[in-house]
């Protein structure tokens, strides 16, 4: 990747942004602090659901709202909203704040999802990078996992007595962290071509949906991602320290354990250019979905044993720093640049709906044990990974080249 262009310079502020804004010290024990405030396995599915809720809400004026100011003004509004959102957890001790937070959390996350792809494509094409698009947002998506190293250990080490003293800490210290990552941010730049968009908001949307008609391949394989992602990640996330605990981990080791898990995700996060090198992106994305059924279906099964669930902890973590920026280089080679966010967004509309009837569907066999919620999230995951992902033959041809040259 070449320097001094806007595409290094926003990758590299995005990038460091992403690490203070992914220190959330709560992460490691997250599970047991819903626990310890009272919510059991149905009421932490809720929580996910309302989560969901928010992006369903969000999704679609805050891709219009990127694509007409642009995304670092749209990235500076959802970090402000989610250092609010994480902040309500101070005072979470009934559900329905639970739920606020939750759904507040997934209001601020819409504010950057399309907007941070829409602003690393547009400034990758005026460097002639385009084609570097998934080693660009593994590279910022490693942020996450570099954090992890660190943050999972000190967390746990610092609720290792589950009390309310140390959650409240770590909430207070990850609104702090939370705060830098909005200053990093006011260095990111719009590319001269982004945050234009000055037409009626129905335009724009028009435009949105006539992107998505005239190249169903798009929907296609974000359903494919979605359908993986959501029991893979979403739901197997939420319930991973009960199982690793209920399975005879410590809980002080939890960092330890979260920590190993990160660093395989950092790895395979910066090794996706290495990947597609050498793998079709398409049999990549069935590769990986392939083993994060295998690893779903292992949980369900043999979930008692605790080397099975470290393994699948592992898996399903590099699993899901793979199949994302493989999905986003290839749809936004297909995605018009004016309307990219939009899109996007409406895109993510339906990841929304997903979300809500897959957590609802699940909460109501949470109750019954981990064997059938697993087993379920497996078969949805089957179901995304059989949905055929279908290129366009000129992206991908343009890709090759680039990759000789």
């Known amino acids: 990747m070449k320097k001094n262009t806007l595409a290094a310079h926003n990758i590299k502020f995005l990038f460091l942004a992403k690490i203070f804004g992914s220190i959330r010290f709560i992460a490691p024990v997250l599970t047991l602090f819903y626990f310890a405030r009272g919510l059991d396995e149905a009421q932490i599915l809720l929580v996910m659901t309302f989560f969901s809720i928010g992006v369903l809400i969000g999704e679609i004026p805050t891709g219009i709202f990127a694509d007409r100011f642009g995304a670092k003004t749209s990235f500076l509004a959802g970090s402000l909203l989610g250092i609010a959102s994480h902040a309500l957890l101070l005072f979470?001790?009934?559900?329905?704040?639970?739920?606020?937070?939750?759904?507040?959390?997934?209001?601020?996350?819409?504010?950057?999802?399309?907007?941070?792809?829409?602003?690393?494509?547009?400034?990758?094409?005026?460097?002639?990078?385009?084609?570097?698009?998934?080693?660009?947002?593994?590279?910022?998506?490693?942020?996450?996992?570099?954090?992890?190293?660190?943050?999972?250990?000190?967390?746990?080490?610092?609720?290792?007595?589950?009390?309310?003293?140390?959650?409240?800490?770590?909430?207070?210290?990850?609104?702090?962290?939370?705060?830098?990552?909005?200053?990093?941010?006011?260095?990111?730049?719009?590319?001269?071509?982004?945050?234009?968009?000055?037409?009626?908001v129905y335009s724009q949307l028009s435009e949105?949906?006539?992107?998505?008609?005239?190249?169903?391949?798009?929907?296609?394989?974000?359903?494919?991602?979605?359908?993986?992602?959501?029991?893979?990640?979403?739901?197997?996330?939420?319930?991973?320290?009960?199982?690793?605990?209920?399975?005879?981990?410590?809980?002080?080791?939890?960092?330890?354990?979260?920590?190993?898990?990160?660093?395989?995700?950092?790895?395979?996060?910066?090794?996706?250019?290495?990947?597609?090198?050498?793998?079709?992106?398409?049999?990549?994305?069935f590769l990986t979905g392939m083993l994060a059924v295998a690893g779903l279906t292992a949980a369900a099964l043999f979930h008692t044993f605790l080397w099975v669930v470290l393994g699948v902890l592992l898996v399903l973590k590099i699993v899901n720093a793979i199949r994302y920026p493989v999905y986003s280089q290839l749809s936004n080679d297909i995605i018009p640049s004016k309307v990219r966010a939009t899109t996007i967004s409406l895109l993510s509309i339906l990841d929304s709906g997903f979300d809500i009837i897959i957590f609802l569907s699940v909460s109501g066999m949470a109750l019954s044990g981990f064997t059938p919620m697993f087993l379920a999230c497996a078969a949805i995951a089957l179901l995304g990974v059989m949905i055929p992902v279908l290129p366009r033959k000129d992206s991908l041809q343009n890709a090759r080249v680039k990759k000789l040259s």
Do not use: C
């Open 92 to 200: 979470a001790y009934d559900p329905w704040i639970f739920f606020i937070s939750s759904a507040l959390t997934g209001l601020a996350a819409t504010f950057f999802s399309g907007a941070d792809e829409a602003l690393i494509y547009e400034s990758l094409v005026l460097s002639n990078e385009q084609h570097l698009m998934d080693k660009a947002m593994g590279r910022i998506g490693s942020a996450t996992f570099l954090v992890s190293i660190l943050v999972v250990i000190i967390g746990a080490f610092l609720a290792k007595d589950l009390t309310n003293e140390q959650f409240q800490r770590l909430i207070l210290l990850g609104v702090g962290f939370m705060s830098a990552e909005f200053a990093l941010l006011l260095f990111i730049k719009n590319p001269p071509q982004q945050g234009n968009y000055n037409d009626h």
């Open 208 to 285: 949105g949906f006539q992107a998505i008609k005239k190249n169903p391949e798009v929907l296609w394989m974000f359903m494919n991602v979605s359908l993986v992602f959501i029991p893979a990640a979403a739901i197997f996330e939420q319930f991973d320290q009960k199982l690793l605990v209920d399975a005879g981990l410590p809980v002080y080791l939890l960092g330890i354990v979260y920590a190993v898990s990160s660093l395989g995700g950092f790895v395979a996060s910066n090794m996706i250019g290495w990947m597609t090198a050498r793998i079709n992106r398409v049999s990549l994305l």
